[in-house]
């Protein structure tokens, strides 16, 4: 039975209560949050033990599920590894790269498990299509919320773009060529929507669009490769993909079309889309890692990656603003 202590119970943390309390083999133990209001609701609906000492939390624990502001996922990340606990931390890693790369050397030292919460990677309609032979060399994304104020402690792009950075990263094996980018601070101090175009040494190129002073909401991303397009909706859960018929391709709508290569049959399939809750599925999947000591689905050093590239988007932005 692995013992699971919480920090940060507010809006995103009581999304992992009610996770862990479903998980097999594992016990809530308790949980840290100085918001007395959060603190009393939790208390109340959850019949789970305040903790007012950081350090006792840990030391109850075998797992710290770390759920706090990205200006203090570091601080407590690094107490939670010092005392060789298991660590699940949400998005991003960390708030600076200098955290990140010494947490990244911490994690290695202490031979923990670390999971970082991209949880866009547990989307059932990113997993109909995770497995397939994808190479793409042209992808498109837009990811545009409402505004609302919690997470605007950091940039557009360390709060919503960093998903689809993430996710582009895990599928093109590919070093990073060059980075253009713009973007405007309209309702804070750091961008709120910012449109980035990210070329690879391999020759993909992704065009990501990402927005929190939107009217609508959107989660696409369109992969586009020799012979196949794949388009996922991460808000509706839907997937689409269209290619060149093959032989042996069943349950997928196909018609002929006159190219000047000659006619080519299209074969259109929407894969069938697993009803599974993201969230408690990376969960179940840091807890697998832990039991059966095998790499997590996304590890410290893919938080890093991420960040790196973020960080390298919101420099390109400054110097554009500055140049201006």
Known sequence: ?????VFGVGHLGKFHLNNWKEIEGIKLV?????NNESAKQVTEQYGLKRYMDEDKLMDACDIIDVVVPTDRHFEVCMAAVRKGKHVFVEKPLTHTIQEAKDLVNMVKEANVKMQVGHVERFNPAFLAVKDLNLNPMFIEVHRLAQFNPRGTEVSVILDLMIHDIDIILSLIKSDVKNIFASGVAVMTDTPDIANVRIEFNNGCVANLTSSRISMKKMRKMRLFQKDAYMGIDFLQKKTEIIKLKQPGDTNVFSFDLETPNGKKTIA???PEISQVNAIRLELESFVNSI???TPTVVSEIDGL???EVAHL??????NTNILV
């Open 1 to 5: 039975m692995l013992k699971v202590g």
């Open 30 to 34: 308790g949980f840290f949050d100085p």
């Open 268 to 270: 259109v399939a929407n």
């Open 291 to 293: 039991n059966n000591n």
């Open 305 to 307: 990656l991420a960040m």
């Open 313 to 318: 988007i919101l420099s390109k932005i400054s």
